[in-house]
């Protein structure tokens, strides 16, 4: 007498647990893909520019030696330099944050 009943309760188990794994297959299908990794930064400038956001803008860390910055820069600014068909804007911002991680300015000296 208890072993259909526990025969019963064993199949209803299996019947919830497989429902429960087929909806959640269901959303974890549903939900939009996400990059591995993040290529770009996804802000855009502050008011007053930090080393972070220097760093960022040059492609390199707050603690990179003079010389690699200065080297960043020049890459960056060839890449997009206003009489290649650049940016004034973006050209003003990649010097900023060259003088900012240069200690040449505490921030703010964009003309824009």
Do not use: C
């Amino acid at each position: 007498m208890a072993v259909p009943f526990v025969a019963g309760l064993a199949v209803a188990a299996a019947a919830y647990a497989g429902r429960y794994g087929i909806i959640a297959w269901q959303a974890f299908k549903a939900r939009p893909p996400r990059p591995k990794f993040r290529k770009f930064y996804d802000g855009g400038f502050q008011s007053t520019m930090t080393r972070r956001e220097a760093a960022l803008i040059l492609g390199v860390r707050e603690g990179t030696p003079l010389d690699k910055v200065k080297e960043a820069h020049r890459r960056v600014m060839v890449a997009n330099h206003p009489d290649a068909g650049g940016s004034h804007y973006l050209a003003s911002k990649i010097n900023e944050a060259k003088d900012v991680m240069l200690g040449k300015i505490k921030g703010g000296g964009s003309a824009f």
